[in-house]
C-alpha cells in the first residue's frame, strides 16, 4: 500500500516540478544522508522578502496552503517543507522505526535551504511543533536568523503529559521490576502509546493516510526530551515575534508566557495574543495571520521590545496600552 501511494505522487506529477523562467520549485530534495525531503518554493518578486514556514506536528506542506497563496499573490518568496516524518517526505523515505531528533530536524532545514539557494538571514515562520524546532534552529545557527514568528510555539512538555508518562513508567517497575528496558525507552513505549490512543480523537487529519500516526509517534518521541524554554535566553538579538491564541485548546497561557519571559531582552519583538483563536492560528485566521507576517517582514528594530499586543482577527486591530492599530493591507 505505501508503494502504490509512492506511485500516485509520482503520477500526480508531484515528485518533480521546476519552473525554470521563474524559478519555482516543487518537488522533492534529496539529502547528504539519503533523505528525501518534499520541498514548494516560490521565490520572491523584486524587492520583497522571503518566509519559510514550518510544519506543526500534524501538518504537512497542504495546510500551509491559504497562508502561502495569499503571501505568494503579493509578491512575498515562499518555502514549504515536509520535514522527515512529515506529509509527502514521510511517503518518499523509509518509515521512521525510531525517534526523530530535533538535531536531525535542524541540520536538514539548514541543508535544505543551502541547497535551493533561499536568501539568508531568514525568516521562519513555525506553528507549535514547528516553533520549537525555530527555537533550535535559531540557536544552532544565529547567524542565518533574522526572524522569528513563533505561533503557539511547543516550548515544554505539558505537565499533565509528562506526569502521565512518569506514572506509566513508574506502574511497570512495581508490576515488572525485571523488566530490562531503560526509563527512555519505558517512556517512547507510551509516548506511541498514546499518540495511537488520543491523537484520532482530537486531530482526525492524522487518519489520512495509513503512516501518519507512525511518524507523528516518532517526531513525539524526539522532540519530548527537548526544551525550548531552556534555550530561550540564547536566541538571536531583536528575532522573536510570539503569537498565541486566547482559546488555545492544547496549552495554556502561562506556559506560553514563562516561555516569554525566559526570552532575552535584546530578543523580544513583541507578543501577541490574538481574541477568539485557537491554537492553529494560521488555519484558523490565516488572512489575519498573512497581514500580520507581512507587518512583522517589514518592521524595524524600533518594533522590538518587551510589546504585548493584544489582536482582533476579524478587525485586523492590533492594541498595546490601549492604543489600536490596523494591520496594512499588502498594497498599504
Known sequence: MR???????????????????????????RLKNGHELFVDYTPAKANKPTVVLVNGLT?????????????????????????????????SNPMPTTPIKVDL?????????KIKNVPAPYNLFGLSYGGGILTAYATAFPQNVKRLMMLSPYTEVIEQSKSLILNEI??????????????????NYFIRQFVYQTYPIFEPNVLENPFKLE?????VQ??????????????PAKSVFMMIGDQDEYVKKPVYDAFWE????????SYTNVVGSFHKISSVFPSFVARWVNFVLNSDSSSCGDIQYE?????????????????????N
Open 3 to 29: 508503494f502504490l501511494l509512492a506511485l500516485i505522487i509520482l503520477a500526480s506529477g508531484v515528485f518533480s516540478f521546476a519552473d525554470v523562467q521563474n524559478k519555482n520549485f516543487s518537488g522533492i530534495v
Open 59 to 91: 501538518f504537512s506542506t497542504k495546510d500551509y496552503f491559504v497562508l502561502a497563496d495569499i503571501l505568494k499573490n503579493n509578491g512575498v518568496g515562499v518555502f514549504l517543507y515536509d520535514a522527515y516524518g512529515m506529509g509527502q517526505t514521510l511517503l
Open 105 to 113: 530536524q535542524v541540520a536538514e532545514l539548514d541543508e535544505v535551504l
Open 170 to 187: 513508574a506502574a511497570t517497575r512495581i508490576m515488572y521490576p525485571l523488566n530490562t528496558a531503560t526509563d527512555e525507552e519505558l517512556a
Open 215 to 219: 511518524g507523528i509517534s516518532r517526531l
Open 222 to 235: 524526539g522532540i519530548t526530551p527537548y526544551r525550548p524554554i531552556d534555550e530561550a535566553v540564547h536566541l
Open 262 to 269: 525566559k526570552v532575552a531582552p535584546e530578543a523580544k519583538c
Open 311 to 331: 489582536a482582533n482577527p476579524f478587525t485586523m486591530d492590533m492594541t498595546n496600552n490601549k492604543k489600536t492599530f490596523r494591520l496594512p493591507d499588502f498594497k
